[in-house]
């Protein structure tokens, strides 16, 4: 089993696609990239923490590789937006991907440069040494997969899904 860590904005929205994944272990909502010890949901959404809202996610490497949860991440957040995700606006929205060795450092570096080279743009996604990751409060924990109807309105509501018609 490996892990990976991703801010992608919202945690119960990049959250909910990535537990539809083939491979995919676990999702755990939580929070990285501050230095205080276990933040509370209330001061990382005020921005007093310097923490950014992350997904941890359990993968078996033998049915999906990082590079493409990389790339599946890319693909489900706005990496030209530097101030957040969507509506989430702030520090605590932005994106990142927290690296635990080397190769996963050269992967992010390389996805980040592959979308600005295809793109023409600056890329706002931080790749960023891990330091420490603290799981959110039980409600937050797989929130898509708990309270369906809810987690579409949010994808609608946030921007990141049209809304059907």
Same mark, same amino acid.
């Given at each position: ?35 205080? +010890? !276990? ?10 923490? /310097?923490?950014?809202?992350? =997904?941890?996610? @359990? ?20 990496p030209f ?25 050269? +992967? !992010? ?10 793109? /023409?743009?600056?890329?706002? =996604?931080?790749? @960023? ?19 369906p109807e809810e987690f ?14």
């Open positions: 089993m490996k892990e990976a860590y991703f801010a992608g904005g919202c945690f119960w929205c990049i959250g909910g696609f990535f537990e539809q994944m083939e491979g995919v272990l676990s999702v755990t909502s939580g929070y990285s990239g501050g230095d205080e +010890d !276990a933040p509370s949901y209330e001061d990382v959404k005020a921005q007093r923490t /310097g923490h950014r809202e992350t =997904i941890k996610i @359990e993968y078996d490497e033998s049915k999906i590789g990082y590079r493409e949860l990389l790339d599946f991440f890319a693909a489900n957040v706005d937006d530097g101030g957040g995700q969507f509506i989430d606006r702030g520090r605590s929205y932005t994106l990142a991907v927290y690296y635990t060795d080397g190769a996963q450092k050269k +992967d !992010a570096q390389e996805v980040v440069k592959r979308i600005e080279d295809e793109s /023409g743009r600056e890329v706002f =996604i931080a790749v @960023e040494p891990f330091k420490s990751f603290f799981e959110a409060e039980n409600h937050h924990q797989h929130y898509s997969l708990r309270h579409e309105k949010e994808l609608v509501e946030s921007g990141r899904k049209e809304e059907k018609k």
